[in-house]
């Protein structure tokens, strides 16, 4: 089973910056799904940003402009620029990766969350 293991989070002041990074256990050879999602407390988790197989991106219109979402296919690694935090950035940050492994098996896997808070 492919895991993924997060990293980068952490307090951070309203408009400074952080990169995210997701790295996954085993070689991934296709991709379905490969994205950022978040929580705040109290609120349901959103979608962030994602990366499709032939690169194309897509944003959540909160973040467009701010944030940016990328990967490194020979490390197995999905990254989040976040440029301009802002205090509503708030959350537990999770990536999920949809695909086929290096053995030719589906999967999909969520990461274990990292939290970043923005404030002053």
């Known amino acids: 089973q492919v895991q993924l293991v997060e990293s980068g989070g952490g307090l951070v002041q309203p408009g400074g910056s952080l990169t995210l990074s997701c790295a996954a256990s085993?070689?991934?050879?296709?991709?379905?799904?490969m994205e950022w999602n978040r929580q705040a407390p109290g609120k349901q988790r959103e979608f962030v940003a994602g990366?499709?197989?032939?690169?194309?991106?897509n944003y959540a219109d909160s973040v467009k402009g701010r944030f940016t979402i990328s990967r490194d296919i020979a490390k197995n690694t999905v990254y989040l620029q976040m440029n301009s935090l802002k205090p509503e950035d708030t959350a537990a940050y999770y990536c999920?990766?949809?695909?086929?492994?290096?053995?030719?098996?589906?999967?999909?896997?969520w990461g274990q969350g990292t939290q970043v808070t923005v404030s002053s």
């Open positions: 999920h990766v949809q695909g086929v492994d290096g053995r030719g098996r589906s999967f999909d896997a």
């Open positions: 085993r070689r991934i050879v296709g991709i379905t799904v």
């Open positions: 990366v499709a197989s032939d690169s194309r991106t």
